[in-house]
T-cell receptor, first 110, second 115 residues
Framework: QKEVEQNSGPLSVPEGAIASLNCTYSDRGSQSFFWYRQYSGKSPELIMFIYSNGDKEDGRFTAQLNKASQYVSLLIRDSQPSDSATYLCAVNGATNKLIFGTGTLLAVQP | EAGVTQFPSHSVIEKGQTVTLRCDPISGHDNLYWYRRVMGKEIKFLLHFVKESKQDESGMPNNRFLAERTGGTYSTLKVQPAELEDSGVYFC?????????????FGPGTRLTVL
């Protein structure tokens, strides 16, 4: 079992819809959870992080964390074509290193 | 504020040659990390510096890889001699020492191709 698992996609949603990206992790001791957006050939860009159970909202983005289920998700409301990218889930492991999933490719159709 | 920068952006070398990658973290960030993504796989941790000290190098593949951070500013990652399996994208990230959640900011990466 991988430490951080994501569906590789592609996840295709129409413009204006809600995109839901999911991630599960195996280490119950994980403390912080991050979502990065990566456009092709570019650096991973930090868009959200969450450390407490529940929801955290920032603009069109909402991160959700359920530590009991070892599950973290990212919702993107009013999806735009410019949101099309790979979304990487990362978990803060021992000694602060990040453990990444393989990423989910999101395609927003105009 | 300038972000994390890396040089070169691309490097193509032959098996057995040496390559040195450079990373300049965000100014004032004491934490510096190296990660690598090989084709089709997830980004994986290589090592972590706090200032000039190696905090964790558990992800370094073998002794062909040498990372340094003299003076606690920029860092270099040398691969000597390079092998085919070293091909991939090498990312550098940095974070503030006093950040409670250790948000890490990534550079654009160096794409290394070993022929």
């Amino acid at each position: 079992q991988k430490e951080v698992e994501q569906n590789s996609g592609p996840l295709s949603v129409p413009e204006g819809a809600i995109a839901s990206l999911n991630c599960t992790y195996s280490d119950r001791g994980s403390q912080s959870f991050f979502w990065y957006r990566q456009y092709s050939g570019k650096s991973p860009e930090l868009i959200m992080f969450i450390y407490s159970n529940g929801d955290k909202e920032d603009g069109r983005f909402t991160a959700q964390l359920n530590k009991a289920s070892q599950y973290v998700s990212l919702l993107i409301r009013d999806s735009q074509p410019s949101d099309s990218a790979t979304y990487l889930c990362a978990v803060n492991g021992a000694t602060n290193k990040l453990i990444f999933g393989t990423g989910t490719l999101l395609a927003v159709q105009p | 504020e300038a972000g994390v920068t890396q040089f070169p952006s691309h490097s193509v070398i032959e098996k057995g040659q040496t390559v040195t990658l450079r990373c300049d973290p965000i100014s004032g960030h004491d934490n510096l990390y190296w990660y690598r993504r090989v084709m089709g796989k997830e980004i994986k941790f290589l090592l972590h510096f706090v200032k000039e000290s190696k905090q964790d190098e558990s992800g370094m593949p073998n002794n062909r890889f040498l990372a340094e951070r003299t003076g606690g500013t920029y860092s270099t990652l040398k691969v000597q001699p390079a092998e085919l399996e070293d091909s991939g994208v090498y990312f550098c990230a940095s974070s503030q020492a006093d950040s409670p959640y250790n948000e890490q900011f990534f550079g654009p990466g160096t794409r290394l191709t070993v022929l």
